[in-house]
């Protein structure tokens, strides 16, 4: 399994970025995939879940109505589409296969989100 993230970087407040994560190593249609994060000295916060096949979709209410999670089968892509970011948005992102609690997770993609 390889997860790997990108699109992370400065954004100011206010602002957009849209990550991705590139899947490989297992089929990924079978698999819900989810976005976690973590603040210098927190705990993994995760974030938002898609199903297998994109129809439904889960955020928690700290980001809910800001950042949507999207995939796209064909690519072995999932993204988490990121706007109107606060300071407090800044973390190491994590794209983890599976629901919640699973430990499968690529090696992170860093925001920081300053003026």
């Known amino acids: 399994v390889q997860l790997v993230e990108s699109g992370g970087g400065l954004a100011q407040p206010g602002g957009s970025l849209r990550l991705s994560c590139t899947a490989s190593g297992f089929t990924f249609s079978r698999y819900p995939m989810s976005w976690a994060r973590q603040a210098p000295g927190h705990g993994l916060e995760w974030l938002s879940t898609i199903d297998n096949f994109g129809r439904d979709t889960y955020h928690v209410p700290s980001v809910k109505g800001r950042f949507t999670i999207s995939r796209d089968i064909a690519k072995n892509t999932v993204y988490l589409q990121m706007n109107s970011l606060k300071p407090e948005d800044t973390a190491l992102y994590y794209c983890?296969?599976?629901?919640?609690?699973?430990?499968?997770r690529g090696q992170g993609t860093q925001v920081t989100v300053s003026s």
């Open positions: 983890v296969r599976g629901w919640p609690g699973s430990t499968e």
